[in-house]
């Protein structure tokens, strides 16, 4: 055999580990697949115990149907068993996930209640309790449309897929974005569990475990419960307001029961709730220094002046029934859910204490008191779907359904006197009802149209009713101003599949999707009026190649995607006041490249790859916003450097080809896992790696509101024994300790909101 620069002809060499070094180097990347193939069968002789370790074959459901990843013309990223250990470990909320998918990005004005989800740059900044997101959440087949619903934690889970475009067809209104889907471990016939313990830095106590039961040969149970307590770590030295703060108790339970009498029928009972009482964001006044998106000199994490109360508690809870009948031809699946919730947050969004007319002040410039608390009193959500599937083995394939949702809210704003003892309820307030009804009828077709091409279509038809009042109350009332709106829409896809050899798929898509009309009536003053959004759809276009390498060593997805949406639904700012207002954007277009690889480098060594970049561009010459209200109210001294063109009126900035705000362009997300056997048992390391570019917090952009470039870091590494009985770990998440601004308010002064600071603890945990 010829010899090759970097010795590839060596056996030491005949690893993936050593071609993925080999094709960092662009003259040797193409002698990579070239050696393989040339050493295939003589490696596996001389090194029988290398190459032993093969991916895993990844099932999805994306198309609501078991199918094998390679096989969905659509881009999916996955995230299941240590991977999903190794982000959870040390009590992440669900933000764990922002990044670790191309193109997904999460964050929050609300802490771990409602987080916010963007997938290629489309999302929602909206921080109204009614606000509605482009990217919709499915867990264990039920859509979460409410805000709160979203942030239920991640434990006891098979395996989570992030769905990326629109899924209008088969998952309906609101995901013109994409889905991200989560499924938890359903009860089996088998009695096993684990329990999973751990403490941490600022005396962190976190508790995970479930247990199945099986009753008999029909009938199964699975428990599933979490609990995760961190102590505060941020200190108030003024002797008002809230002293301590950022702790958080947060418990969740799911109870399953799986009937199973015959092959012919299933029964599953899912009954889950939350507990979460902790602190909202904190709102830090003036960090931001003006002109820069740098962080005040001499910035302390760990304290925070202030005279407002802050608190925050969730409590929700739900149940969902899913029947499933196997007949000769078909598979008739009844798929009923319940969700409610009752959510309190009240901060102090000036960020400090005192005002210019209270003295003193600070820290910095504090133009007025704004401490308020939304409340969601009432809230309940049911939804209904019956879905028909064929079950033979012939070409054509099919799914017909109906689909059934109705929610009722109802939406509390009130403030509170900062400068009076104990803080006491402000007498005005502002409420929101609305009352939600929607059907809809989908149906899709795949048909094998030989061995190698794949088609499939798919046509939904959805109806929405929305009815909405909303009401200022002072010493008169204004309102109840009354918003009722129908509308309806016709979303489809079409796709297809095509096998250039046994382990290499390209595909190509073409979807579209909807998202609902929004209102919103957070009223500020008796003047205000509520605001209104029109339906907006999605055109989208796009293209790639699934493929396995190496024995299945090796896996690559790669795709690339073109959008279009019109009538975009935006948030603008007030600029001057608390609150927000909907317009449309007559076309925003998106369109950028994704890649996710995954390797076993060697019976030791796996890694992960994930790259993305998003190009996004607000398309509306008309179009303009009201600029940073803290240059006006705190007459230039706490004021943002905007970059825009100004607009027609003063005071406002057209933001025509601006990118969509929290949509960073480039993405990268990396793992590297090792493990050896050791004594009589396993140990193992991890560390992953997330990365994001700089993007605008706004729909305009100003120096201070644009925020910088982001590297995290997390490290496990661990023990195990007894044949994995037991296990023993040690982790660190963000290990470098960068803190930044990743998001502000911009009506009254240079207020920033921080990512989470290093954390890091240990845990056991047995398996039985």
């Known amino acids: 055999m010829r010899r090759l620069d970097f010795r590839l002809s060596r056996p030491s060499c005949r690893t993936l580990m050593c071609l993925a070094i080999a094709s960092a180097f662009p003259c040797e990347a193409a002698l990579a697949q070239e050696v393989v193939a040339a050493q295939e069968a003589p490696a596996a002789q001389a090194h029988p115990g290398q190459g032993g370790q093969r991916l895993d074959v990844v099932i999805v459901t994306a198309q609501r149907r078991a199918e094998n990843i390679r096989d969905v013309p659509m881009a999916i990223t996955t995230l299941s068993g240590d991977k999903l250990d190794t982000l959870t470990a040390g009590g992440q909320d669900i933000r764990f996930l922002s990044g670790r998918s191309p193109s997904l990005n999460i964050e929050s004005d609300y802490g771990r209640s409602f987080p916010r989800f963007y997938i290629r740059g489309q999302g929602n900044t909206d921080f109204d309790l009614n606000a509605s997101q482009p990217v919709g959440l499915v867990v264990d087949d039920i859509v979460q449309e409410s805000p709160m619903l979203k942030g239920f934690p991640v434990f006891d889970t098979e395996q989570v897929e992030v769905l990326r475009g629109p899924q209008g067809t088969l998952f309906g209104r609101n995901s013109p974005a994409g889905v991200i889907k989560f499924d938890s471990v359903r009860p089996v016939f088998k009695t096993e569990g684990y329990l999973n313990v751990g403490i941490g830095n600022y005396r962190a106590k976190n508790a995970e475990g479930a247990f199945n039961l099986p009753f008999s040969d029909t009938v199964a149970a699975r428990v599933s419960l979490q609990s995760q307590n961190r102590d505060d770590r941020v200190h108030n030295p003024r002797p008002t307001g809230t002293r301590d703060l950022e702790g958080y108790h947060d418990h969740a339970g799911r109870i399953q029961l799986l009937i199973q009498p015959n092959k012919e029928f299933s029964a599953l009972l899912n009954v889950h709730a939350r507990d979460l009482d902790n602190n909202a964001t904190l709102f830090r006044a003036n960090i931001i220094k003006q002109g820069t998106n740098d962080l005040v000199d001499g910035f302390d994490y760990g304290t925070y002046p202030t005279d407002g109360i802050n608190k925050q508690t969730l409590r929700t809870k739900g149940a969902n029934m899913r029947l499933r009948w196997n007949l000769d031809q078909v598979t008739l699946h009844s798929i009923t859910g319940y969700e409610t919730a009752d959510f309190y947050s009240r901060a102090d969004v000036d960020g400090g204490f005192g005002a210019v007319y209270a003295p003193p002040m600070g820290p910095g410039y504090i133009p007025f008191v704004v401490e308020t608390a939304d409340l969601l009193p009432h ?131 073409i979807a579209t999707g909807y998202r609902a009309p929004s209102m919103q009536g957070r009223l500020f003053s008796l003047a205000d009026r509520p605001s209104f959004a029109d339906a907006e759809k999605v055109l989208s276009y796009e293209a790639g190649i699934k493929q396995e390498m190496f024995d299945r060593r090796a896996r690559v997805s790669a795709s690339v995607f073109q959008y279009r949406v019109k009538d975009k639904q935006l948030t603008a700012g007030s600029g001057v006041i608390n609150m927000n207002q909907l317009i449309n954007a007559d076309k925003v277009t998106g369109q950028g490249v994704e890649l996710d690889f995954q390797a076993v ?91 994001r570019t700089t993007y605008n917090m706004f729909l305009y952009e100003a120096k201070e509101y644009k925020a910088k470039s982001l590297l995290e870091g997390g490290l496990r590494t661990g023990y195990k024994w007894n044949d994995g009985k037991y296990e023993v770990t040690a982790f660190a998440r963000n290990i470098t300790d960068k803190v930044q601004v990743v998001g502000a308010i911009d009506f009254d002064n240079l207020t920033g909101i921080l990512n989470e600071p290093r954390t890091f603890g240990a845990q056991f945990k047995v398996n039985f």
């Open 379 to 509: 809230h309940r959500q049911l939804t209904q779907e019956f879905r028909v599937e064929s079950n033979g083995a012939g070409p054509l394939q099919w799914i017909g359904g109906l689909f059934y949702f109705n929610e009722d809210i109802r939406i509390d704003s009130i403030s509170f006197d900062s400068l009076a003892p104990n803080n006491p309820q402000n007498p005005f307030y502002a409420t929101q009802d609305q009352s939600t009804k929607s059907w809809a009828a989908f149906g899709s077709l795949n048909y094998t149209v030989s061995d190698k091409l794949k088609l499939r279509g798919g046509l939904r038809y959805t109806s929405d009713s929305k009815d909405f009042s909303a009401r200022r109350i002072e010493a008169t009332t204004a309102g109840p101003f009354i918003i009722n709106n129908d509308s309806n829409n016709v979303s489809w896809d079409l796709s297809g599949t095509y096998a250039l050899d046994k382990d290499t798929n390209l595909f190509a898509r």
């Open 601 to 691: 480098l060697s019976d030791s060594w796996r890694m992960t790859f994930g790259g993305s970049y998003n190009d996004t561009e607000i398309k509306d010459a008309s179009l303009f916003v009201q600029q940073c209200g803290n240059f006006a109210n705190t007459g230039g001294r706490a004021g943002c450097t905007v970059t825009d063109p100004v607009g027609p009126f003063p005071g406002t900035l057209r933001i025509d080809g601006n990118p969509l705000p929290r949509a960073p362009k480039w993405q990268a997300n990396f793992t590297l896992s090792y493990s050896v056997a050791l004594g009589n048992g396993e140990f193992y390391a991890h560390t992953d790696w997330a990365y």
